[in-house]
């Protein structure tokens, strides 16, 4: 039943009453996207979103008092409204576990990304959702957003109708947003419409109009920000709170029983239906063959890719994806196929030079239930960090690959040579970070990111062949730590900590040695969790951590540090890497200095 602009009025002027109460409670500001918005939000969920089948995103996450007030109404279970922004309660910003928030938002320009990926993931898993995405001036100046406007344009997506709040206003005066955004929106592939964000009949007839295109829909909604408040159209009304008896007054005014009685409606409407379940359970990845591997030396990203070869195949939900890297990274493998506009059948996605947009669709994607991973270089781990941030914080078991993964790339020099982004990555709370050196730890790292389904994982892999040491002992490999060459004496006088690429020259310079033994530690974080005795027994004498990165962290478990405390340098990746120090000779010559 579609509701009448009379009674979109009544339940608009509910919806605000009650995010004004919302925002009085918490005493805090934002009140301008709740006041210039409302008709909006109640046009979409009053009159075409479907409760239970579609989603709504909201990317302007500074307006959540507007997002929760609107879930409240139509029958969602988020909790008490009184307790916003109260510790405990609920959020400043949207976050993903509330009952009908789609994304974790706020950080702007995410939430369109990550509508993207929810419309994408629909599209593959043929649901038939269709994604509302209210947006701010904010999010349409971030670099995110225009990656994923760019990416829904060429895939051609049908299912999703972004709606811009064009006020004009940003917080530091009047929006820095380009004059011709609709003209964008045309040349990126969106069909573009005009309505007006405060007329009922516009509203409804752009997003009747929305659900006839045959690509994605780009709606200018004009608005005035803060309407009807002291604080109309001034860059105030973004963050600023009103006075208490200003609120009080508009809350009276807009207090509607008869709006309340209508969206107790669209409340009975929403069907019993469970959320998108994942495609992979804990503990539940598929067995697959683990590939037998013939050389004496090579590449982990060569690895990871013959593996991953084996899981795309059993695993159908599965979604690939690389940011125009697919060949360098080894993510795209004879299992894959490439999903287009034309057909949505397929697992692999070519996201193009979009690293942010990547990890904020894949973001989208996880919600939809699949399991996907994107690839690119470690160094460009940091175009995505905040997306990979906003993973780790709401908990989606998103899987990132990323080689090249120290100064070993070599020629194209320091601006492509990762120092500190292992460290930094390492350092993030809930984020596997996996740096494997042979296929028993590449499978370990696999199984373990795609069975863990609390947490996103990185996969950091080499471009650099590299000599393969045998794993001796599996179950101590997953603790994170263990012993992957024993000292040839009784008793061990000094424990090299290697990860990844350096454990091989770790074992190199250990057979050189007397009483040395190695470690390798494809997992930090698993490691600290292990007990005491564990941690005292395998770290045992002088310990010396060996890694082509900066070397602060490692001084949680080791008493020197062997590694690299600058940018690199242009040249052949073997010069490279051995004018640092990462040469069996040099390694033995300074270790030595330990054992003395």
């Known amino acids: ?18 995010a004004l109460g919302a925002l009085r409670a918490s005493r805090s500001g934002h009140v301008g996207i709740v006041l210039g918005a409302a008709d909006i939000v109640t046009t979409i969920f ?10 709504f995103v909201l990317s302007a996450g500074h307006g959540s008092a507007l997002l929760y007030s609107v879930l409240k109404l139509s029958g969602h279970d988020i909790g008490d409204l009184e307790r916003f922004r109260a510790l405990g309660g609920l959020p400043g910003h949207p976050e993903l576990g509330i009952d009908g928030v789609a994304a974790t938002t706020g950080p702007l320009g995410q939430g369109i990304g990550n509508a993207v990926g929810i419309a994408m993931g629909a599209k593959i898993r043929r649901t038939g959702a269709r994604v509302y995405c209210l947006c701010s001036d904010g999010d349409l100046m971030e670099g995110v957003a225009n990656e994923s406007i760019a990416f829904a344009g060429r895939y051609k997506l049908d299912n999703l109708v972004l709606l811009w709040d064009d006020n004009g206003i940003s917080i530091d005066g009047i929006a820095q947003t380009d004059v011709n955004i609709p003209r964008r929106m045309a040349a990126a592939g969106w069909t573009v419409i005009s309505a007006h964000g405060n007329n009922f009949k516009s509203l409804n007839a752009a997003l009747e109009r929305a659900g006839q295109c045959n690509g994605p829909v780009f709606v200018q909604c004009r608005t005035v920000i803060g309407a009807g408040s002291s604080l109309a159209g001034l860059p105030r009304a973004h963050g600023l709170a009103l006075g208490d008896a200003e609120m009080a007054q508009l809350m009276a005014e807009y207090a509607s029983r008869a709006g309340e009685k209508l969206w107790a409606t669209v409340a009975r409407r929403r069907p019993r239906r469970a959320e998108d379940k994942p495609c992979i359970d804990a503990g539940a990845v598929p067995v697959v063959d683990v590939p037998t591997v013939d050389a004496a030396e090579i590449s982990t990203r060569e690895l990871s890719g013959m593996y991953l070869e084996r899981l795309a195949a059993a695993i159908p939900c599965l979604i690939g994806g690389s940011a125009d890297l697919a060949t360098s990274t080894n993510a795209k493998t004879k299992s894959h196929r490439d999903i287009t506009a034309d057909d949505f059948s397929g697992n692999f996605i070519n996201y193009g030079v979009r690293e942010h947009a990547m990890g904020a669709i894949m973001n989208g994607l996880v919600t939809c239930g699949l399991r996907p991973y994107g690839s690119t270089f470690l160094v460009f781990s940091d175009y995505m960090r905040p997306s990979i941030r906003l993973a780790a914080l709401s908990g989606l078991p998103v899987v990132y690959v990323l080689t090249h993964d120290s100064v070993a790339v070599g020629e194209d020099g320091p601006t492509h040579q990762p120092v500190e982004q292992l460290p ?4 993030m709370p809930n984020l596997n ?18 069975g863990d389904v609390t947490r996103p994982s990185c996969i950091i892999l080499s471009r650099q062949k590299i000599q393969q040491i045998d794993t001796p002992d599996t179950a101590q490999m997953m603790r994170g730590g263990y012993v992957i060459y024993p ?9 090299l900590v290697a990860t990844g690429a350096e454990v091989p020259l770790a074992v190199s310079a250990a057979r050189k040695l007397s009483g040395v033994q190695v470690v390798s530690m494809p997992n930090v974080a698993a490691f600290r969790m292990q007990s005491s005795e564990y941690r005292r027994r395998i770290l045992a004498g002088y310990v010396v951590s060996v890694e082509a990165a900066a070397t602060a962290p490692w001084f949680e478990f080791a008493d020197a540090a062997i590694g690299i405390d600058s ?19 040099a390694l033995v010559r300074e270790i030595s200095k330990f054992l003395k």
């Open 433 to 450: 970070v996996f740096r494997p050196c042979n296929m028993a730890e590449v499978v370990y790292a696999w199984r373990t990111a795609l």
């Open 46 to 55: 009053a009159n075409f979103l479907r409760l239970g089948v579609d989603k």
């Open 1 to 18: 039943m579609r509701h009448e602009s009379k009674q979109l009025q009544e339940m608009a002027g509910a919806l605000r009453s009650r």
């Open 424 to 427: 930094s990555l390492r350092l």
């Open 487 to 495: 000292a040839q004496t009784r008793r061990v006088r000094m424990t």
């Open 567 to 585: 940018f690199g340098a242009s040249g052949p990746g073997d010069d490279v890497y051995r004018a640092f120090g990462f040469d069996t000779d």
